[in-house]
């Protein structure tokens, strides 16, 4: 499954995460996002350490909200791998979407 992040620091592993799914990227929302759903993501994309960004901490999306109530044990290889409410099932809006906050060391 392709992620990727978007907003203004995004190319320093920071920011809003997307995810691909039936053609189109699309985000997700922050209800149960904690930090090992965003080492997954950040391990995903090849960063060490990762944090948690909450909806009022990441930039808003626009588009497809994918997933919500996404749950990583923190040991996946990728995030297809962790639990979820399902595809396009949410309660929230675009000021909830979740981020992460990655890096090398």
Not at 30 to 52: E, S
Request: aromatic share 8%.
């Amino acid at each position: 499954l392709p992620i990727r992040l978007r907003g203004p620091s995004s190319a320093k592993g920071s920011g809003r995460v997307e995810v691909f799914y039936k053609g189109r990227w699309g985000t997700i929302c922050d209800g149960g996002w904690d930090t090992m759903d965003a080492k997954v993501v950040c391990r995903q994309l090849g960063y060490l350490f990762a944090r948690a960004l909450q909806g009022w901490e990441a930039p808003d999306g626009t588009g497809h909200i994918w997933l919500d109530g996404v749950g990583c044990t923190g040991r996946e290889q990728n995030l297809i791998s962790c639990s979820h409410g399902g595809w396009g099932i949410h309660n929230c809006g675009h000021d909830r979407d979740a981020g992460v906050q990655c890096s090398a060391q």
